[in-house]
């Protein structure tokens, strides 16, 4: 993970304002012009480049947008407004799952939620009565244009990104301060939002964290956030720099949020991998080890064990990661695809070996290469796995139970080829468009074998 930045000691003017800003011109790109990743994010942050977020604020400090224009708080607002919740409520909300009903009081947070269904006028009078901030979860679920500007995200970061919409009434606090385990973008929609950061008392915390106010100490940025504005306030891959306490607020705010962890998932395969290949990292722990306190020797061991997978990496050692991969790429949102929600079906010429093809939804597919998981098959030889997303259900995303069967077993979609099919599947995910008979395999029969089964998973089109 990249070192946490040094803030820069700036100017006088610097000082005084509440955190880095940006003031965007009268002309502001706005997200529903564009379809390429790259692009939504760029204008997600807008004048911003790209280049100078990630040298300059990624995981160093927040980061404010002014978005002085009518045209795009008019975009903002229609992200998600208090009508949106009203029909989505008659159609059928739970309270928990799609709804929590929240206030922070005498430095707890406490829960309204009632259970079962939610009731929109019990909602209403929560709000009114109570001063109750109203918490949706993934609205993108409805919304068509969260749905669209999410999965572009996803597309551009390579990980899971959810959102959440907060309502509070005027004069309220609806959550106390604390830390997250995802990255934020923060859009106010509507009305405006007061918000504090502090210096955190855990630097780079793995876990969501509610802080006792007497241990924040003062805030080192205090500002308003108003309609049509953006927020970067999560400049690190596991957790906030900043403690967040909002305070005053009015209006609603829509978070858009990611997570990544890669070292947990990367380091067992590895070990594995120098299981496979040296003796010595196969044997058994000393006798009674568990039972020792003096473990001098056996720590000189596992410094050598370390020693050898950094040999390794250095040297052109693989990273596995299949554990991450299947996990994203089987919960994230299937592509937007405009009007045409139901046009995911083969459609075009079927491939032959004089065709000519290209690849479809590279952004939405991931290959790894792990042990056979037929059950029928006992011998775990390799095999090359291609999972995909556009079979996934929008409805689901980031709700735990996406892609479930009947049966409650998570389902991935996707093909499987033996290992000796991965290098004409790289050469079909690295170039442009390519020849079937140029594929690197030994017969006619197994390349047409092999693009057939992509085209009738949309993985590719004859050109």
């Not at 975009?75 to 922070?104: E, M, P």
């Not at 403690?243 to 380091?267: E, H, P, Q, R």
Request: glycine share 6%; aromatic share 10%; proline share 6%.
């Amino acid at each position: 993970m990249p070192k946490k930045g040094r803030r820069r000691t700036g100017t006088e003017e610097e000082h005084q304002t509440p955190c880095k800003q940006a003031k965007v011109e009268l002309m502001c790109p706005l997200l529903t012009k564009y379809d390429h990743p790259e692009s939504v994010f760029e204008s997600l942050i807008f004048p911003i480049k790209q280049e100078e977020f990630f040298r300059d604020y990624w995981e160093q400090k927040p980061l404010l947008l002014k978005r002085e224009n009518p045209s795009v708080e008019s975009y903002y607002q229609s992200l998600f407004q208090l009508t949106d919740l009203k029909s989505l409520v008659s159609q059928g909300l739970y309270y928990g799952r799609d709804i929590n009903v929240c206030k922070y009081v005498n430095g707890r947070k406490k829960i309204f939620n009632k259970g079962g269904q939610v009731s929109y006028a019990q909602l209403k009078k929560e709000f009114d009565q109570k001063k109750a901030t109203v918490q949706f979860h993934q609205p993108q679920r409805f919304k068509d244009e969260l749905w669209r500007i999410q999965e572009k995200l996803e597309c551009f970061f390579g990980s899971l990104v959810g959102s959440n919409v907060y309502i509070t009434p005027p004069g309220s606090q609806g959550l106390p301060p604390h830390y997250d385990d995802v990255e934020v973008f923060i859009l106010q929609l509507e009305g405006k939002k007061h918000w504090r950061l502090y210096q955190p008392t855990v630097n780079l915390a793995q876990e969501y964290n509610v802080e006792p106010e007497d241990k924040i100490g003062t805030p080192t940025h205090d500002f308003l956030l108003k309609a049509g504005l953006v927020e970067y306030l999560e400049p690190v891959a596991d957790a906030k720099f900043y403690i967040l306490s909002l305070v005053k607020d009015a209006g609603s705010s829509l978070y858009l949020g990611g997570f990544f962890s890669l070292n947990s998932d990367v380091i067992p395969g590895l070990v594995l991998d120098s299981a496979k290949d040296d003796i010595d990292f196969r044997k058994s722990i000393p006798r009674q080890l568990l039972m020792k306190l003096d473990l001098s020797e056996p720590s000189k061991r596992l410094s050598g064990f370390l020693r050898h997978l950094s040999h390794q990496l250095e040297n052109g050692g693989e990273l596995k990661s299949s554990d991450m991969k299947k996990d994203f790429i089987m919960n994230r949102l299937p592509p937007f695809l405009g009007t045409s929600f139901d046009s995911l079906t083969p459609g075009g010429k079927l491939p032959t070996v004089d065709s000519t093809i290209r690849l479809q939804f590279k952004d939405y597919t991931v290959i790894t290469v792990e042990p056979d998981q037929d059950p029928l098959d006992d011998t775990h030889k390799e095999m090359v796995y291609i999972y995909h997303s556009l079979k996934n259900k929008r409805e689901t995303h980031m709700m735990g139970d996406n892609n479930m069967n009947e049966e409650g077993v998570f389902q991935m979609h996707g093909l499987r080829f033996p290992l000796s099919h991965m290098d004409a599947l790289k050469q079909i995910w690295s170039y442009d468009t390519i020849c079937v008979n140029e594929l690197n395999l030994t017969s006619d029969a197994e390349k047409e074998n092999l693009v057939v089964s992509l085209w009738s998973e949309l993985l590719i089109e004859v050109i």
